[in-house]
T-cell receptor, first 114, second 114 residues
Framework: SQTIHQWPATLVQPVGSPLSLECTVE??????LYWYRQAAGRGLQLLFY??????ISSEVPQNLSASRPQDRQFILSSKKLLLSDSGFYLC?????????????FGPGTRLTVL | AQSVAQPEDQVNVAEGNPLTVKCTYS??????LFWYVQYPNRGLQFLLK??????LVKGSYGFEAEFNKSQTSFHLKKPSALVSDSALYFC????????????FGSGTRLQVQP
């Protein structure tokens, strides 16, 4: 069966520090991968998605970047964190070449920027 | 562009009573519609989806949803609510345009009182 991992589970970082959040998927090949941010326990904002190694689409211009160095690894990064980067970050995966398939979400990383 | 509206921030229902969580959507073609549930500090769990065919879709934990094309709605329902159903519910939409990302609603908090 497929599983998705995210780490760390929680993170407290000072403003201006770098960030690296990691997401890995097991049990599937060539998944579509997604990073979302959820602020204040509400709506999800799509940040990045990837349909293959090295292929990243950015949905919202911001202080963050994403990379996909391996088929089942998706990394969210920042060079200098802002207070507004605080939130709950969710990674998800899906299969297929259209929007017909559901996405499966990881457990999330709660980031607090102080 | 596609969008999803969940008009109620919160729905309160007594245990054992039927529940409805509302969702309306806007797309330029045929939609794929999804419901997810989120428990505190957890990732989203897939409940059910509508792709085509029967307008009444059954999903996990006794939930079902009815697709209504004329009203562009996809309301989530359950005949008898449980206290354990209390959570945050998200409606989402995608299309078969090659863009695999989902567009989520803002979420509805369901509170089931014992």
């Amino acid at each position: 069966s497929q599983t998705i991992h995210q780490w760390p589970a929680t993170l407290v970082q000072p403003v201006g520090s770098p960030l690296s959040l990691e997401c890995t998927v097991e049990g599937t090949s060539n998944p579509n991968l997604y990073w979302y941010r959820q602020a204040a326990g509400r709506g999800l904002q799509l940040l990045f998605y990837s349909v293959g190694i090295g292929q990243i689409s950015s949905e919202v211009p911001q202080n963050l970047s994403a990379s996909r160095p391996q088929d089942r690894q998706f990394i969210l990064s920042s060079k200098k964190l802002l207070l507004s980067d605080s939130g709950f970050y969710l990674c998800a995966w899906s299969t297929g070449t259209s929007g017909i398939n559901e996405q499966f979400f990881g457990p999330g990383t709660r980031l607090t920027v102080l | 562009a596609q969008s999803v509206a969940q008009p109620e921030d919160q729905v309160n229902v007594a245990e054992g009573n039927p529940l409805t969580v509302k969702c309306t959507y806007s797309v330029s073609g045929n939609p794929y519609l999804f419901w997810y549930v989120q428990y505190p500090n957890r990732g989203l769990q897939f409940l059910l989806k509508y792709i085509t065919g029967d307008n009444l879709v059954k999903g996990s934990y006794g939930f079902e949803a009815e697709f209504n094309k004329s009203q562009t709605s996809f309301h989530l329902k359950k005949p008898s609510a449980l206290v354990s159903d209390s959570a945050l519910y998200f409606c989402a939409v995608s299309m078969d345009t090659g863009r695999r990302a989902l567009t989520f609603g803002s979420g509805t908090r369901l509170q089931v009182q014992p």
